[in-house]
């Protein structure tokens, strides 16, 4: 029996609020897209999922969102799964950048119409679209955040960089973006670098080079992972000298791995204070946001995204151009994307962004006044 997956009517979606979808002609046939994750052991992808079921669920129909577990194999199994059951529309967020690329070629080969989500697929012709949060902000909002919370009067601040997974592309665009900002406070001698000596070397430079960023990404990575990011903070201090103490700053790149730094740095005697970032208000995250153990993190509203990229299915399936704001460069192509704004979160306004907008209850937190 041939499974259904992700069959949307087009009038179920025309109900997602505020999207593109208005004006699509309601006789138009139905939508058959297909959606693959990244992991399900991140709460981040988790949020994704919801709002893509929420979407579709509203509209009445069965849906299936496929996770890669950490796995390019798996997420071509995923892949092909899907094309087996008649997709017209991929949406993916790959696994990694560059090994997505065989995947999609095999979608494109089928005739299925690519939809980059999150995380720009890298070296291939075979993306038709993307659909993004706007990632250099995010990094530019993480710095500009340490900037604004660092201890006053002081130079030689000690500054720890961490970044994400080499393997995608947004690590890289996290970073840029926080470099950038942090950078001229870093060669001006306000802040010092504690765990990078390849940052260290690059100090003056404020535009750094895809190597460049490499080397430094080579050092401080995460790979997304909590362990790697608890076990290289671990290390990180314990080579610390004094003068790497006190009251430091830290460029955490997303929330989970922000919670494990957090909670080694938290540890350590001679660490007076700190201020740490993150990004996706994940529930944890937000958790330690209101107790003071993460100072800030980055709302990626995943409602918008997830409704971006149906309305660009739905557009791509009524013939229709879909609607596209900017465009990324992924080495072979100009790929035609649609961006996201992002905004920073702090205990100030928990309340306002994330409750009272509705996308979470205040009763998934404790002490939110
Ligand atoms: C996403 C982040 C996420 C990270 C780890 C990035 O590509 O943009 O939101 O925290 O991957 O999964």
Do not use: H
């Amino acid at each position: 029996m041939k499974k259904k997956l992700l069959s949307v009517l087009l009038a179920g979606a025309m109900c997602l609020s505020m999207t593109a979808v208005s004006g699509i002609e309601a006789d138009a046939a139905g939508v058959e897209v297909g959606i693959v994750l990244p992991t399900k052991d991140e709460p981040r992808w988790l949020q994704d999922q919801a709002q893509f079921e929420a979407i579709l669920g509203d509209a009445g129909f069965t849906n299936q969102v496929l996770f890669s577990q950490g796995s390019s194999a798996t997420e071509r199994t995923n892949v092909e799964t899907l094309l087996n059951a008649g997709i017209k529309v991929l949406i993916i967020c790959a696994q990694d950048a560059a090994a997505a690329s065989a995947a999609v070629e095999e979608a494109k080969d089928a005739g299925v119409t690519v939809i980059a989500y999150d995380r720009l697929i890298t070296g291939t012709e075979a993306v038709d679209y993307y659909v993004t949060f706007d990632s250099m902000a995010v990094g530019a909002a993480q710095g500009q955040y340490l900037l604004d919370n660092m201890p006053e009067g002081e130079t030689e601040i000690p500054l720890y960089l961490y970044a994400g997974a080499a393997t995608d592309n947004n690590a890289f665009l996290f970073f840029e973006g926080a470099w950038e900002t942090l950078q001229p406070k870093i060669a001006d001698g306000t802040l010092k670098i504690a765990n990078s000596s390849e940052a260290e070397a690059l100090k003056d430079k404020q535009v750094l080079e895809r190597a460049d960023q490499s080397k430094i990404i080579g050092q401080v990575t995460t790979d997304w992972d909590f362990n790697v990011a608890k076990s290289k903070a671990e290390s990180n201090l314990t080579a610390a000298g004094a003068d790497a103490k006190g009251d430091v700053l830290i460029l955490a790149p997303n929330d989970g791995t922000s919670r494990s730094i957090a909670d080694v740095f938290v540890t350590d005697p001679d660490i007076t204070s700190y201020q740490i970032t993150g990004q996706d208000t994940e529930k944890a995250s937000v958790q330690y946001v209101i107790d003071g153990k993460q100072s800030m993190t980055v709302f990626k509203d995943t409602r918008k995204l997830a409704a971006d990229s149906v309305a660009m299915a739905v557009a791509i399936l009524n013939g229709e151009v879909p609607e596209t704001d900017t465009t990324y460069d992924n080495g072979v192509k100009e790929v035609p994307s649609k961006q996201t704004d992002i905004q920073v979160v702090t205990k100030d306004n928990v309340q306002e962004v994330l409750i009272d907008s509705g996308y979470y209850e205040a009763s998934d937190f404790t002490g939110l006044e």
